[in-house]
């Protein structure tokens, strides 16, 4: 799993998140920052409160903490959501994507509008995770640009 900070940054980059069962997530700041919670559908749930999405905690009476916005919690992709995230955003119907291991981590290697990058972590998820936030950062800077016509 990747670290909050990392997970953060993806976020603030732009990774939308759409909570499915399994997924898991962290409230950064106070006494929870450190935990990680996992959707299902037994005891947090995502319900509209108000107009606004929010992670509802049933059955769990030795709590505190009722719900979080969704806005407010940091979603924690597995290796699985961060490689489909690259390939959704590569596009094509056959994404250059290729994830190598060696005894020091491992490296993964996209080409995106024909030029070849190549991001290494101490795993899997890691390297996805560099690779991922790069082409969110990438597109967020494409959006800023103005494009001139005649």
């Known amino acids: 799993m990747i670290d909050p900070q990392l997970a953060q940054q993806l976020k603030d980059a732009g990774l939308d998140w759409q909570p499915m069962k399994r997924d898991s997530f962290m409230i950064p700041g106070g006494e929870l920052a450190h935990e990680v919670f996992t959707l299902n559908d037994q005891t947090i749930l995502i319900q509209p409160v108000n107009g ?27 290796e699985g959501q961060l490689r489909d995230a690259i390939q959704f955003r590569l596009r094509g119907d056959n994404p ?3 994830l190598i291991w ?40 494409a959006k800023g640009r103005w494009v001139h016509t005649a």
């Open 52 to 78: 606004e999405y929010t992670v509802m905690f049933h059955g769990s009476a030795e709590w505190a903490l009722d719900n979080v916005l969704l806005a407010d919690v940091v979603w924690m992709p597995s």
């Open 102 to 141: 060696n005894p020091i981590g491992y490296r993964c290697a996209i080409n995106h509008l024909n030029e070849e990058y190549a991001f290494e972590g101490e795993t899997a998820e890691y390297a996805y995770a560099y690779a991922l936030l790069f082409l969110l950062n990438r597109a967020r800077l």
């Open 96 to 98: 250059e994507l290729m």
